[in-house]
């Protein structure tokens, strides 16, 4: 059978510290990446809506052409 191995509190602390860090760092990660994240929703949403319009003023120049080509 072999003995349990004894760890110092040392190698413990240092363990728990080097957790804390981790979750700390992936917190300030993930907030950093969750605000480009919100800026690119954002960019999108605008792109969305000059396409949208692009597209309704082309709609309505076709339109306008139509009527010219039939009088």
Same mark, same amino acid.
């Given at each position: ?13 240092? !363990?728990?510290? *080097? ?6 760092? @992936?917190?300030? #990660? ?6 480009? $994240?919100?800026?690119?929703? !954002?960019?999108? *949403? ?6 949208? @319009?692009?597209? #309704? ?6 339109? $306008? ?7």
């Amino acid at each position: 059978m072999v003995p349990p191995v004894q760890v110092s509190p040392l190698i413990k602390t240092t !363990r728990w510290s *080097a957790l804390l860090v981790g979750i700390i760092s @992936g917190k300030m #990660r993930y907030d950093y990446l969750k605000q480009i $994240a919100e800026e690119e929703r !954002r960019i999108e *949403a605008e792109e969305k809506k000059a396409r949208e @319009g692009a597209e #309704r003023i082309a709609k309505q120049l076709a339109e $306008a052409n139509e009527d010219t080509i039939l009088k």
